[in-house]
């Protein structure tokens, strides 16, 4: 048996089309969401990670407003664009990109953006919100896994799943996210002794860890989801995820490519939750 592809690039595509059609509706109320994405420093990765989301916005229908700054800049400069962002009407979610200088604090940056604009639902209120099914900003990485999982028609009501990893960016929430739609969720980490005894059990398997090869074929339950969050480069320089991919397609029954699969994710949940504010705050100027 050869596991099926959920194709992460299709998904976003399909997305991200739903995203214009509300942003066109905006617009016609003369209502124009925007993004602010904040650069500090010269990191690669980070200004390409920064152009594609800028780019994603404006291909559907969003405004996005680009600040790069030196890495120079000090946390209090940092810290005071963040409150001029929040206070501005026609900002509708704010994103600094990680990671920050050694000098600046990032929790303390994170918690200065306000939880109506957390659009990467990173704060200690956006993580609450979460963890108690509140409406709130979902964390874009674990909200796109969910997506995923959601295509194969694949129900989570009953299912064992289980997180390879407990980051807060990604490994906590997306335990809580699969807990609230009904599965049993167990975490594993580097300190958990034997994780095949648990990956064997699972439906679904998310692995989030960074780590080549974590989850092996011998790993896996025939039929499972597996759902490949990580970003590495393989011997040749080639990406790849935390799954032994090649080996571990002929036992699941549903697998995410790395790439074209949890990554165009993130950037296109990143739209959605920026939509969700965009749409909140029109909602609240009509009410008034």
Known sequence: MTAQL???????????????????????????PGLAVILVGDDPASAV????????????????????????????????????LNKDPSIHGILVQMPLPKHIDSHKVIEAI???????????LSAGETLTGLPGFRPCTPFGCMKLIESTGVSLKGKHAVVIGRSNTVGKPMALLLLQANATVTICHSGTPDMALFTRQADIVVAAVGKRNVLTADMVKPGAVVIDVGMNR????????????????????????????????????????????????????TEQ
């Open 6 to 32: 959920i194709d992460g690039n299709a998904l976003s595509k399909q997305i991200r089309s739903e995203v214009a059609l509300r942003a066109a509706a905006l617009s016609a109320r003369g209502i124009k």
């Open 234 to 285: 393989n011997d040749e320089g080639k990406l790849c995820g935390d799954v032994d991919f090649e080996n571990v397609k002929e036992v699941a029954g549903w697998i995410t490519p790395v790439p074209g699969g949890v990554g165009p994710m993130t950037i296109t949940m990143l739209l959605v939750n920026t939509m969700e504010s965009a749409e909140r705050s029109a909602a609240q100027e």
């Open 49 to 84: 990670y920064v152009r594609n989301k800028v780019m994603a916005c404006g291909e559907y229908g969003l405004k996005s407003v680009l600040e790069q700054y030196e890495a120079s800049m000090s946390e209090a400069e940092l810290l005071a664009r963040i409150d001029a």
């Open 114 to 124: 306000s939880t109506r604009k957390d659009v990467d639902g990173y704060s200690v």
